[in-house]
């Protein structure tokens, strides 16, 4: 009930341990060979499909995830030698499979992606799994910003996930 109330108000929650160093140690020996900053993917790799399903019946996840489908797995490679920097934003462009009434947002990796509305994202949930140790946190958001139909810079935090944990 806290996590739910915090997801509700917060529009995030951090759950640590959801996965054991081992476990992390295996997906990051699963990761296909790469180019550039990362993939959009890894749902092609079995022990990254594995997991999903795993997460959606974890205790304290499956409130979030009940009835939800896997559309994406990415991975970002960040360090300090190869990183990258984006402007606070929402994410709005999705990968899809069929038809639909969206316009098109180009192919990323061969994928069709295209522009989602606002009122269909607002219905999505991001797990974001964090598979390696970080300090100061490598995540900046806005509390309660997915309270909001408008997109507008508020007070942001610095989110720290724990090796093994999602947010």
């Known amino acids: 009930t806290k996590l739910l109330s915090q997801f509700e108000s917060e529009g995030y929650v951090i759950v640590p341990n959801l996965i ?3 476990g992390c140690d295996q997906l990051l020996d699963a990761l296909p060979s790469m180019r550039g900053s990362g993939t959009r993917n890894l749902l092609d790799v079995d022990a990254y499909k594995r997991t999903v399903d795993a997460l959606r019946s974890h205790l304290h996840l499956k409130f979030l995830l009940n009835g939800l489908v896997a559309i994406q797995s990415i991975l970002f490679f960040k360090a300090q030698s190869h990183n990258w920097s984006l402007q606070m934003h929402a994410d709005s ?3 899809v499979k069929g038809e639909g009434p969206w316009s098109s947002a180009g192919k990323k990796e061969g994928v069709p992606y295209v522009h989602v509305p606002r009122e269909v994202v607002a219905r999505f949930v991001s797990v974001r799994i964090s598979l390696d140790c ?3 946190g ?3 958001l806005e509390p309660g910003s997915h309270l909001s139909s408008s997109i507008s810079i508020r007070e942001s935090v610095n989110v720290a996930i724990p090796r093994g944990g999602a947010l």
Do not use: E, G, Q, Y
């Open 20 to 22: 054991s160093d081992s």
């Open 134 to 136: 970080v300090d100061d």
């Open 138 to 140: 490598d995540l900046k």
């Open 93 to 95: 462009v999705f990968p």
